[in-house]
């Protein structure tokens, strides 16, 4: 708003009405979705490419960031998955013919001789190598060239030893000495352990792939809320269907049952029940009349609605929605630290573990000892890919913003995820946050011998000047009354005092008790009114006209109706809740005790509400502030974990880690019963990750073969390493039927 109407706040932080300052923010026009149309890695979301490509540190395909309300199908998935189909058809001949001397009788033996089936094996392996695992090599290449060791680099070590092993021994098996000839004097082969670690691969990239795509899910089901259509009504009255991009700020639009709201407004005419459900997470249809404000995307129910458009494009709330949801899928928690480390040390760790196990199989182990080394070495390789490592952290966090996303719960980032469980202390403004936000006139009374209708008439006048939500409270309640306010002369604004003015010719102010005795001189018997008033919950003002006190006007702003059942469930939380407002302490107490919160700050300039955040945090408290207005936004982001109301400022929201979509405090609990789930997943997925190579490596590496004679074959280690990302994907997707 501008300067001039903006209220003066007084030395114990109210403003000239006693009320916590709450100024209107003007329409603001957030930034566009810099995310559409860039693509990232899962497991590295810094990495940000204006198109398709592979990720420079672990080699996996960059996927988009806003994925497509289309929900087409990821070309990397259709790839793998026809490389798949083709390695799994030339890798079971291949199979079958490694495996034929094993059978009684070598029955091919008299078919082909044994080095025809050698080159046999060779065409049909080459193929699945070379053409269907070439996508490892040239992440692997990548890998070394970035300076960036990955699963793709062992992947690509592995299949490369044990095929060009092979390759030669085929082509050239006079280069082998007698160390590497098995049975009957044959150089032993591995194009099927080869073949085998390829399909096995491609296997846990097609299933991984797929799963990831689901994580999309809540995205693109918010993508596809958005109608392609709406129906416009010109000056005239014509109506006529337009492309959505074409509805513009000031549109009158026509929205029928059962059809989408276009775009974010308000209501100009008809009364309907609208289902808000999929944006805000409310299961109960919300009645709109004019004036009331409706969503875009959201599911005219059963009235005829005619809106005025207010937002559009990326400006609506259904694509600042989009874009939240889509920048925290992809930002990284704390705890990923500890997997970022690990990794780091991780493949080259297993490059020396791998030259160790071949150097010891191949100086004491059993003959042909140098092929036991490499098969053993390659085990190792194949084993030991840390791709479930890296994926256990972002898997979980993309799927809690998507399922947060349709509770009505935005997560700004992981961070906000990952602290909320940890959170002992909730401040909560007031004013929008605890109450509606729409204060009421809700009591009147005249002394002397002035009408109580005029005094409201002269008091409404005077208020018209300010924007103040109390101000404007009281003039709707004349208005109602149907008392016509009068035009006003001399306005004047006195800083934490109130306002005055000529209205009819008469000296008016209306304001706080220093107000009153500049303007009067005494209060007399109204103090005790008014601070019985203030008991009752109500922001209490003073009025005096021609220099005399005339009364009070009593404006309160009720408690939403799910504040009291979600201050029952955060005190069931074990949280601690905290008030904080500009309010007097009468009121503020009066709404404390009729709520049960455990402490109240009252009379808090806006600017020092950062630092009671500030002080709380100095005692070791972890602090989350609940806020809605711009007086908010420092103190949000002075807490651990800041949460908007959806129902305030941008400012708040930018603000904020967490924005309550709906504005109810009920959002609160279950973010946090969210967050718990989150981290708990987390913590599983790491522990299958971290168990899962510590046992696999050693077993690989063959510690039990003198124990219990066993090894681990270079195919078993592919499909198991395939298996561990698939079972931390599929753990991560159980978020997705969390009880929250």
């Not at 044994?114 to 996508?135: E, H, I, M, N």
């Not at 549109?251 to 808000?276: F, I, Q, W």
């Not at 249809?285 to 995307?297: E, L, Q, W």
Request: net charge neutral; proline share 5%.
């Amino acid at each position: 708003m501008n300067q001039q109407h903006c209220c003066h706040h007084d030395h114990q932080g109210h403003d000239h009405h006693g009320h916590e300052h709450k100024p209107v923010e003007p329409a603001a026009v957030p930034a566009t979705l810099a995310a559409a149309g860039q693509w990232t890695c899962p497991m590295h979301p810094e990495v940000l490419r204006n198109g398709p490509g592979l990720c420079p540190i672990c080699g996996m395909a960059l996927e988009p960031v806003l994925p497509s309300a289309d929900d087409q199908e990821d070309p990397e998935f259709v790839d793998m998955r026809r490389r798949f189909r083709w390695a799994i058809a030339l890798t079971l001949p291949v199979f079958f013919l490694g495996m034929a001397e094993m059978f009684p009788g070598r029955p091919l033996d008299m078919l082909v001789s044994p080095d025809k089936l050698r080159w046999l094996q060779l065409l049909l392996s080459s193929v699945v190598v070379l053409w269907a695992g070439w996508p490892f090599f040239e992440r692997g290449w990548q890998s070394l060239v970035n300076r960036s060791p990955n699963m793709f680099t062992l992947i690509a070590m592995g299949v490369g030893v044990a095929w060009l092993y092979s390759v030669v021994a085929v082509l050239v098996p006079g280069w082998f000495p007698h160390a590497f000839r098995g049975h009957g004097g044959h150089v032993e082969v591995y194009f099927e352990a080869a073949a085998m670690i390829v399909w096995l691969v491609l296997l846990g990239q097609v299933l991984e792939l797929g799963a990831r795509s689901r994580t999309g899910a809540a995205i693109r089901a918010l993508l596809g809320l958005a109608p392609k259509t709406a129906r416009r009504i010109d000056a005239d009255g014509n109506e006529q269907d337009v492309e959505l991009a074409e509805v513009q700020v000031g549109d009158r639009l026509r929205v029928r049952p059962g059809e989408k709201v276009p775009t974010d407004g308000a209501v100009v005419d008809g009364v309907s029940y609208v289902d808000e459900s999929m944006v805000s997470g409310e299961s109960m249809p919300m009645m709109k009349s004019a004036g009331d404000p409706v969503i875009g995307g959201t599911i005219n129910a059963t009235g005829s609605l005619i809106m005025r458009a207010e937002r559009v494009g990326s400006d609506t709330l259904l694509s600042q929605i989009v874009h939240m949801v889509a920048i925290a899928q992809r930002s990284r928690a704390p705890i990923q630290r500890l997997a970022d480390v690990v990794s780091s040390w991780f493949v080259p760790a297993v490059v020396v573990v791998a030259i160790l196990t071949a150097l010891a199989w191949g100086s004491i182990g059993p003959e042909p000892r140098l092929a036991y080394a490499i098969v053993n070495a390659v085990a190792v390789l194949i084993i030991a890919c840390p791709c479930a490592l890296g994926l256990a952290t972002p898997m979980s966090i993309m799927v809690a913003a998507g399922r947060g996303a349709t509770e009505g719960v935005l997560f700004k980032n992981a961070e906000a995820i990952e602290v909320l469980r940890q959170v002992d202390t909730l401040i909560v403004d007031k004013t929008g946050t605890l109450t509606e936000g729409k204060p009421r006139l809700t009591f009147v009374k005249a002394t002397g011998d002035i009408d109580e209708n005029e005094m409201l008439r002269l008091a409404a006048s005077l208020e018209r000047a300010s924007e103040h939500p109390l101000a404007a409270a009281i003039v709707r309640g004349v208005e109602a009354r149907g008392i016509k306010p009068a035009d006003v002369t001399s306005f004047d604004s006195l800083t934490g005092k109130g306002v005055s003015g000529l209205v009819d010719g008469r000296q008016v102010a209306v304001g706080n008790r220093h107000m009153l005795l500049e303007s009067a001189g005494n209060v007399g018997a109204l103090e005790a009114l008014a601070e019985t008033r203030r008991g009752e919950g109500e922001t209490v003002m003073y009025v005096s006209i021609d220099k005399r006190a005339a009364g009070l006007i009593g404006v309160s702003d009720p408690v939403k109706e799910s504040t009291p059942e979600a201050i029952k469930a955060l005190h069931a939380e074990g949280l601690r809740i905290v008030m904080l407002t500009g309010d007097s302490k009468t009121t503020a107490a009066a709404v404390a005790r009729k709520l049960g919160i455990d402490e109240v700050i009252a009379e808090v300039l806006p600017q020092e509400k950062a630092a009671t955040v500030r002080k709380f945090r100095g005692e070791g408290r972890i602090v989350a502030m609940a806020g809605d207005g711009i007086n908010d936004a420092p103190a949000l982001a002075e807490a651990q974990v800041g949460i908007a109301m959806g129902s305030g400022t941008d400012v708040a929201m930018q603000s904020a880690g967490i924005t309550l979509v709906k504005g109810d405090l009920r959002g609160i609990t279950r973010a946090r019963r969210l967050s718990n789930a989150t981290m708990k997943n987390i913590r599983q997925n790491l522990f299958f990750a971290f168990v899962y190579n510590a046992l696999g490596v050693p077993i690989a590496a063959g510690i039990l073969y003198p124990f219990t004679g066993m090894l681990l074959s270079p195919m078993l280690a592919a499909a198991a390493m395939s298996m561990s990302s698939v079972s931390v994907i599929a753990n991560a997707l159980r978020l997705r039927r969390a009880k929250i």
